[in-house]
Nanobody
Framework: QVQLAESGGGMVQTGGSLRLSCIAS????????MAWFRRTPEKEREFVAG????????EVANSVKGRFTVSKGRERNIMYLQMDNLKPDDTAVYFC???????????????????????WGQGTQVTVSS
């Protein structure tokens, strides 16, 4: 099993910044692909950003490109989402996700379907006021 713990959510005004963190742990943690998703009452869970285990491959959704940056910490089990120039449309619960280890070297392609991730954090609320 893999456990994921998000932190860093909160309330900011339009144009503000937040940094989310996700710490992965667990007995079966091994070079897992990791990603951020978000969900609102009006929308299904949508892909926001993802990172290979090594951090050498990253991708962000078009809707947040130029404003959000995903990265891995020096400890590869930590993933960050730096969110700048936040907009009210970014208001959502943000989830950290990890895919079951595929036994690869850790430079995975970024997968955008939530169906391909087996492990999920509890989510952290981000609220952007206008």
């Amino acid at each position: 099993q893999v456990q994921l713990a998000e932190s860093g959510g909160g309330m900011v005004q339009t144009g503000g910044s937040l940094r989310l963190s996700c710490i992965a742990s667990g007995r079966t943690l091994y070079k897992n692909l990791m990603a951020w998703f978000r969900r609102t009452p009006e929308k299904e869970r949508e892909f926001v950003a993802g990172s290979s285990w090594t951090g050498r491959r990253t991708e962000v959704a078009n809707s947040v490109k130029g404003r959000f940056t995903v990265s891995k910490g020096r400890e590869r089990n930590i993933m960050y989402l730096q969110m700048d120039n936040l907009k009210p449309d970014d208001t959502a619960v943000y989830f950290c996700a990890a895919r079951q280890s595929q036994g690869d070297g850790g430079d995975q392609d970024i997968l955008k379907s939530d169906q391909l991730y087996q492990y999920w954090g509890q989510g952290t609320q981000v609220t952007v006021s206008s």
